[in-house]
């Protein structure tokens, strides 16, 4: 039997194995990370969305927990319409 480089389902039996289940991507992990946070970026720009970072105290992120858990909404939604609120908009 030869091996056939144009074959990609059949297993190279000469190959040495490596662990772990076969590669889906020809990329390394690292490329599509930048890969999966560019088009993030691209989708939340046509969104209309713009990132912001706010560094807060850990007793007010404890009790924004709190409340996210109550209302069953994610941190960025109650932040969102906590300045809504506090913005008059």
């Given at each position: 039997m030869s091996v056939q480089p144009?074959?990609?389902?059949?297993?190279?039996m000469f190959a040495p194995?490596?662990?772990?289940?076969?590669?889906?991507?020809?990329?390394?992990?690292?490329q599509?990370?930048?890969f999966n946070k560019r088009t993030q970026r691209q989708r939340d720009k046509e969104r209309g969305?713009?990132?912001l970072?706010?560094?807060l105290n850990a007793q007010v992120v404890?009790?924004?927990d709190e409340v996210c858990a109550e209302l069953d909404l994610a941190?960025?939604?109650i932040l969102e319409l906590a300045l809504k609120h506090w913005l008059h908009l």
């Open positions: 144009e074959d990609r389902t059949t297993i190279d194995s490596r662990p772990g289940r076969p590669r889906s991507n020809p990329y390394e992990r690292s599509q990370c930048r969305l713009h990132r970072e706010v560094k404890e009790r924004l941190r960025a939604d």
